[in-house]
């Protein structure tokens, strides 16, 4: 299995747009950034830490995630997210992570991600699939 310390860090910038807002998952939301767009970026930042040092036929998935939205973002404004790796057990990992837009901090959360042998989960899906 790939190599993975506590301390390992990578951050992501994105500037939000309309497509990142709120009232795209229910019409009577605020118009600002969505707490799901928020959660996926916090996934995505983690995946690709992750990624950067897996071995062949590897991959993480998703297992927890326990996030707080603290503040709200103007879409149009940037928004920057930084996951650290604070646990190592095994194949799980243990994130925690900070968002912040260009004038506060917005939300944090801490975030668990497997690594999967790939061929072996892909072929449980399929079998999962066949059952339908």
Known sequence: MSNFEPGMSREL?????????ARKFYPNLPDVFATPCLGGLMERVSAELINEHLNPGEQSVGATMDLKHTAATPLGMKI????????????????KLEAFDEVEKIGEAVHE??????????ARVAQKAKKS
Do not use: M, Q, W, Y
Request: proline fraction near 3%.
């Open 113 to 122: 991600r497997f690594i999967i042998n790939a061929e072996k989960f892909n």
């Open 80 to 95: 920057r997210v930084r996951t650290e790796i604070t646990a190592v057990e095994g194949r799980k990992l243990t994130f």
């Open 13 to 21: 910038s994105i500037v939000s747009t309309p497509e990142d807002s």
